[in-house]
């Protein structure tokens, strides 16, 4: 087995998927360890929805009111399950909206993690109409509430298993500022 390290730095995402997906009980579990997150006062400011089936659909319906198109848009079925992710800006002196949206960011991005290691293909997608009103209101989103898109979940296809996919390794020194003076 590699270790944590060398499994994060092979992530990929997966634009392709099969119709395979995890389960409730096991996106659960999952979330139960990805909502660990460093959250300033814990204000628990996110929550995710589990689109499946027919949701997709209506997910569908709602970008091409969205975008004024008289045809569903297909492009939620490209995935058994989409995990639309919600900030939920709580009313607080002490920690601005940033903070608690790099909270929800957080999770989306633990969550991806825990499920690539799960074996599972996921690719967080946004698109010019996550915030538009059809799409608010297909997720019942609160007036504090903001989607920061899908993580758009599924099998890996056999076929493409073993490929790397692309090369996007991290040169940690361009990243990396020393200061100890
Ligand atoms: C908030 C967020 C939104 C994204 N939205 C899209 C999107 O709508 N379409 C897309 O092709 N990639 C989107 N991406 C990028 C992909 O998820 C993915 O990271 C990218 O294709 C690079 O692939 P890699 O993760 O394998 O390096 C988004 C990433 C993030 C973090």
Redesign the pocket.
């Known amino acids: 087995m590699s270790s944590l390290v060398d499994r994060v730095a092979a ?3 997966w ?1 392709k998927v099969t119709g395979d997906a995890p389960d409730h009980a096991e996106l659960a579990r999952l979330v139960a360890a990805a909502g660990r997150v460093a959250d300033h006062s814990g204000l628990e400011p996110w929550r995710l929805i589990e689109l499946r089936g027919a949701a997709r659909e209506r997910l569908g319906a709602a970008l091409a009111e969205a975008a004024e198109h008289e045809k569903p848009s297909s492009k939620p079925l490209r995935a058994p399950l989409l995990i639309a992710i919600v900030a939920c800006r709580r009313e607080s002196h002490k920690v601005p909206d940033w903070e608690q949206d790099a909270v929800t960011a957080g999770v989306a991005h633990m969550l991806s993690l825990l499920l690539a290691d799960a074996g599972w293909g996921v ?5 010019s109409l996550v915030r538009a009103e059809p799409v608010r209101r297909m997720h019942e989103l609160a007036d504090n509430e903001e989607l ?2 899908w993580l758009y979940v599924g099998g890996i296809p056999e076929n493409t298993k073993d490929k790397p ?2 090369d ?1 390794s991290i040169d940690p020194e361009r990243f990396l500022t020393v200061v100890d003076r």
């Open positions: 992530r990929r995402s634009s690719m967080w997608r946004t698109g920061l898109g996919g692309h996007r």
